[in-house]
């Protein structure tokens, strides 16, 4: 009879601790949740409100091995992760299996590495059910919202949309984010700088840059000031030199990991957490969720055995750090590397350089301050009350510099001044070489990074480090939000500068507003955020969403009944949702009236459509059928105006013939196109639909022609329905409306192919899709 049997949760994470135990024991993976709500019902009991779970189709096969292998085996552990959804996971696999939850041994880690495996073993504990619970109140209401509320969306705003009760809330911090930019209105100020020299001892002379206290709000003044600066002289008022410290950031947790690997690496948040988890299950790191900064005292002592050797003992200062948020109890460390010692290791690319990342943000936090000297120079100009300030920075000792610096967001840079001054002394004059005020532009708010905004959503208290990367995925691929780059426009600045007692102005250009990777709602997002805020604002209620996850905690620490909970919230939620859905409005959600259409008489609408959001002239009520045009995508519903929307009517148009065929020039759902003999081609964003002429249309038709032609490997005289085309991986075969791989072997000569060689193909991946099914 078998020993041992342990369970986890991931085929990798099995391989690797398989390594470690003899062979008493045998490692199995459960992939995940072997039992979870039905995925197209609600499955909750809405007069109870327990949840009805079912073994998925696909898991069936492997519950009987499990189940096969569990009754073989003398004991059973179960090692699936260590947060909540870890040990639900392990809570279905006993309900499952029939294992004895009083009996069943429980084993947790925070990292997969042999000591922490065998002291596992050693230490096992019985399953949390108030961990349990936690999950499935987490499920069960996240269940509750979505179901209930998308049917309402459904048949108020468009099908086939979803709500969500984190999901929502993101959506409406980046359209309320999105709002605050169009209501911001940008300020002009000007920025003095100044350029002066020191005479030095030795006759040299050294350059100070200063920049004046004082920013001056019209050019009027800037004016004024420089016509004083003429004959003024510039004198040294006073000179403060000041140490200072400066500390290094705290170990990781999963949002500061996907926070700084967004900044410094470029990964999105899914990226972050999907090569997180193959280094732990690779033993490289600890565990990849949590909310917790504490270091075991083996990491804290490996650190600084590390930091001495490379860098001598002076770099070297232990810290403990503690974490202050309350739901951080189930996760009793903070991500780092299993092995301090090893500073790099072998990997994907993307591994490497991530492993790299935690390395340094590890050791850095157990090395010494850096020690820096600021200086401050304030330098009086005669005939004014305004004073030039020169700061400086010198490195005294770089201490954890060496490794590691913090990156910030867009709207949180660092000041991070090192100019070097020069000897100074209160009482000394400079000589000035130039001044230059430039003309600035007052900054609105920055639009969301992924980064920002799982910022945010810690900083909310809503949502937890498992929920982040699910939920900025979601909101993304329901197409509530897109992530974007924004172009930015080129805008005209003015420069007066002061050489000798020439005042030279000049204007100059520069291109404001350029946005990369930012996070940008679509009108679909907007409108599913005015809904829901306007029927759900509890839902929507940032204070609503961070109470229900102190609740979760509360759950989990023994504290709060679970059912309880949701009874309390189906109480008030179910009624809203009843009379939300059977509500009649005049006025249909996400429509805005624009204006009156001067041709006809009849009323402008903005709306969401079928496709998305449309322009509509004329009511739905009128005799004569409305006329539709589709919104271009570099257009927003809240932000079009009435002249753009009767604009876009003006198309389709034609525009004469070509081989006897009219050539049309329309807008559709993916941009403006030229339509010939049935054939459409996409109009390249520098040709303005409105204007585009006969000869630049032929040209676009003949250069399709000609990509299509390049397709074309093959054809076969035997079926005219078979052909080899070339595709973006290579050339390909295709039959009857389906496309069927070519084996590597056969790229080179695909030209060349017979017929009976192809129709193998075909047969062949007909035959394994006929299997599959």
Known sequence: MQKNLVIVESPAKAKTIEKFLGNDYKVMSSYGHIRDLKKKELSINTDTLQPDYEIPEEKEKLVKELKTNAKKAKKVWLASDEDREGEAISWHLCEVLGLDEEKTNRIVFHEITKPAILNAIQNPRRLDMNLVNAQQARRVLDRLVGFKLSPVLWRKVKPALSAGRVQSVAVRLIVEREREIQAFKQEVYY????????????????????ELGTRFKTHEEVTVFLEKCKNAEFII?????????????????????????????????????????????????????TDSVNLSSLCVNDSKNE??????????????????????????????????????IEGTAQE????????????????????????????????????????????????????????YDDDEQENDNTNILPQMEKGQKLQRREILATERFSQGPSRYTEASLVHKLEELGIGRPSTYAPTISTIQQREYVHKGDKKGEE???????????????????????????????????????????????????????????????????GNETWTDMMKDFYRDFEPTVEETMNSRSEHKVGERELGTDPATGKPVYVKIGRFGPVIQIGAADDKEKPKFAQLPADKGMETITLDEALELFKLPREIGEFEGEKVIIGAGRFGPYVLHNKKYVSLPKSEDPLTVNLDTAIELIKEKRNQDKAKHIKIFSEDADLEVLKGRYGPYLAYNGKNYRLPKDMHDRADKLSYSECMEIVNTGMAKKENKQ
Not at 191 to 210: H, K, L, Q, W, Y
Not at 326 to 342: F, L, N, S, W, Y
Not at 516 to 527: A, E, H, N, S, Y
């Open 191 to 210: 920025r003095v700088n100044g350029i002066f020299a020191i005479i030095n001892t030795d006759g040299s002379a050294s350059e100070v840059r200063a």
């Open 237 to 289: 008022n006073s000179v403060t030199q000041k140490p200072l410290k400066r500390t290094p950031a705290p170990p990781f947790t999963t949002s500061t990991l996907q926070q700084e690997a967004a900044r410094k690496l470029g990964f999105t948040v899914s990226q972050t957490m999907m090569v997180a988890q193959h280094l732990y299950e690779n033993g490289r790191i600890t565990y990849m969720r």
């Open 307 to 344: 930091i001495s050797r490379l860098w001598g003992d002076k770099y070297s200062k232990t810290r403990k750090y503690h974490t202050s948020s309350k739901g951080a109890q189930e996760a009793h460390e903070a991500i780092r590397p299993t092995d301090m010692t090893a500073s790099t």
């Open 352 to 407: 490497r350089r991530l492993y790299d990342l935690i390395w340094k943000r590890t050791v850095a936090c157990q090395m010494a301050d850096a020690e820096i000297e600021k200086t401050t120079v304030n330098i009086n100009v005669s005939g004014t009350d305004e004073v030039f300030i020169a700061n400086g920075e010198v490195v005294k000792f770089d201490g954890f510099l060496k490794v590691y610096r913090e990156s």
């Open 491 to 557: 805008r005209q600045y003015r420069t007066d500068s002061l050489k000798g007692l020439v005042i030279t102005q000049k204007t100059r250009k520069e291109t404001a507003g350029n946005e990369k990777g930012k996070l940008l709602p679509t009108d679909i997002g907007i409108v599913v955020n005015d809904f829901l805020m306007k029927f759900f604002p509890n839902i929507m209620d940032y204070n609503f969403t961070a109470k229900v996850e102190r609740k979760f905690d509360e759950i989990a620490e």
